[in-house]
Structure formats: C-alpha cells, structure tokens
C-alpha cells in the first residue's frame, strides 16, 4: 500500500536556524508531491507542490523542497526559521491517474516545529 | 479564489445521536470532495472521496452506514455521523479539488458525550 513517512515528529528550533523536514513515500509510479502547513487554530494551508519539472521547489514563506526521485524523497527546508513558522507540517502524495484516479492525498504523520524566539 | 466553508465548526452532541456536518465550495464547483479525520497530535487519514451525483468511495475500514456522504451539488458535500458515540469524536476535515489541487475546509470539531 501506498505510504508517506515522516520521520521527524517533534523538532524544538531556535530563531534564524535552519530547517529540514524529512519525507519519504512508498510508491514506484508517478506522483504528484505536496508539503501543507497547519498553524494552530487553522485550516490546512498549502506550502508548496511538486508536479514535474525542476525538482527544488520553491513555496511560499521561504520554504523549498527537492525531489530526489531515486531516493523517494521530498524534504522541505528553510534557512532561517521565524518564530512564526510554529506549525505543523505535512508531506502528501497523489498518484495523478492512480489509486482509482480520484485524486486522493495520501498524508504523512506530521511534524510539529517550536520555534523559539 | 479556491475557499472552502465547513458547519458547524464545533459541535457537542449526546451519544446515540446523529450530526450533520457540511462542506462548500464558496467560488468554485468542486465535482470531487473528500473527507478526513483528523485525531490530535496525528496525521489526516482519508475517510471518503465524496463524487457529485454518484455514491461515495470508502477508504477500507471506514463505515459506510455510520459516515453518511452526499454529494447532491457542485457546492456541497454533507457528512453525517449516524448513532453517534464518544469514539467518534474527532476533528473532520473536508477538501474540494479545483485545478489539480485539493483544498481544505477549516473543520469541525466533533465531541460525542
């Protein structure tokens, strides 16, 4: 079955250090890849997608991730982190036409990030 | 552009009970909802594809007797949780794809007593 792990579950930062969020899916086909961030009290927000293409994406606030395909991984990073950044984040994974071509996200576990100020 | 509205945010209802939650796309018709449930400190697990005119898709292990999901128009997708109990007090999410993204509602917050 089709899987999203994340490995970090709790990271505790500083300001204006960096960050990197480890995501690895199971999954030999084509996939679509998403990062989302969910900041306390709201809704689930998008970070940044990958669909094909140049594989270091860059999102909004800072965030970037790179594909690395013979690895089926999708990292996310961020140089210098802000306060603000406290959230939780999510890696995600679509088959585009796959898994009974529905569309549907599969979520990793999530990560929450402290920053502290 | 791309909202999605969820009610009730917040609900409390007594065991045994059955609770009505909604989904709309606001400025867009989203043929494809989906619904998930989120428990604390965890990941969203995928309960339904919801399609707009035909029967839901359910993930495996999900029951499709107890999570009711009608998709009677491109706006809007409804979640019942039929014979509630304090086990399915939850936080349930819904998204509508547009443009080869999925986008959420901001949940609700269920709690069976």
């Known amino acids: 079955a089709q899987s999203v792990s994340q490995h970090n579950h709790h990271v505790i930062l500083s300001e204006a250090a960096s960050l990197e969020l480890g995501c690895n899916y199971s999954?030999?086909?084509?996939?679509?890849l998403f990062w989302y961030v969910q900041y306390p009290g709201q809704h689930l927000q998008l970070l940044l997608k990958?669909?094909?293409?140049?594989?270091l994406v860059k999102g909004i606030k800072g965030f970037e991730a790179e594909f690395i395909k013979s690895k089926f991984s999708f990292n996310l990073r961020k140089p210098s982190v802000q306060w603000s950044d406290t959230a939780e984040y999510f890696c995600?994974?679509?088959?585009?036409?796959?898994?009974?071509?529905?569309?549907?996200?599969?979520f990793g576990q999530g990560t929450t990030l402290q920053v502290k100020p | 552009g791309a909202v999605v509205s969820q009610h009730p945010s917040r609900v409390i209802c007594k065991s045994g009970t059955s609770v009505k939650i909604e989904c709309r796309s606001l400025?867009?018709?989203?043929?494809?909802m989906f619904w998930y449930r989120q428990f604390p400190k965890q990941s969203l697990m995928l309960m339904a594809t919801?399609?707009?005119?035909?029967?839901?898709?359910?993930e495996q292990g999900v029951e499709k007797d107890k999570f009711l999901i009608n998709h009677a128009s491109l706006t809007l997708s409804t979640l019942t949780v039929t014979s509630a109990h304090p086990e399915d007090s939850s936080f349930y999410i819904c998204?509508?794809?547009?443009?080869?993204?999925?986008?959420f509602g901001p949940g609700t917050r269920l709690t069976v007593t």
């Open positions: 998204s509508a794809r547009y443009g080869g993204e999925q986008y």
């Open positions: 919801s399609n707009e005119g035909s029967k839901a898709t359910y």
């Open positions: 995600a994974v679509k088959s585009p036409g796959g898994w009974g071509n529905t569309g549907k996200l599969i």
């Open positions: 990958y669909f094909s293409g140049d594989p």
């Open positions: 400025d867009f018709q989203a043929t494809t």
């Open positions: 999954y030999g086909g084509t996939v679509n």
